[in-house]
């Protein structure tokens, strides 16, 4: 089992940038592939970044390629996301999720833990 703890979000100007970081308690914690997703008023939540267990591999959607970068500290328990060139469409609620094992891919539904999300505003 492992728990997540989000932080680093606020309020930024389109433009900026933020780093999220996602601590995890346990040993185990490079057993975990972790994805990034967000979740803004009256929308579903959505996949942001994913990243592998200990390869690294990553995995972004569309809308934040080239903007966003997911990376992992496994001495530290920690996954981070960096995001740059900040719009608008980016403010939500932003979650770290952890799957026991192989990469979970794009679903929430596919990650077995969650964190209690941090907030991000971008204003224009």
């Known amino acids: 089992q492992v728990q997540l703890v989000e932080s680093g979000g606020g309020l930024v100007q389109a433009g900026g940038s933020l780093r999220l970081s996602c601590a995890a308690s346990?040993?185990?914690?490079?057993?975990?592939?972790i994805g990034w997703f967000r979740q803004a008023p009256g929308k579903e939540r959505e996949f942001v970044a994913g990243i592998t267990r200990t390869s690294g591999a990553t995995d972004y959607p569309d809308s934040v390629k080239g903007r966003f970068t997911i990376s992992r500290d496994n001495a530290k328990n920690t996954v981070y996301l960096q995001g740059n060139s900040l719009k608008p469409e980016d403010t939500a609620v932003y979650y770290c999720a952890a799957k026991y094992g192989y990469y979970g891919g794009t679903r929430p539904e596919a990650y077995d833990y969650w964190g209690q999300g941090t907030q991000v505003t971008v204003s224009s």
């Open positions: 346990g040993r185990t914690f490079s057993s975990y592939a």
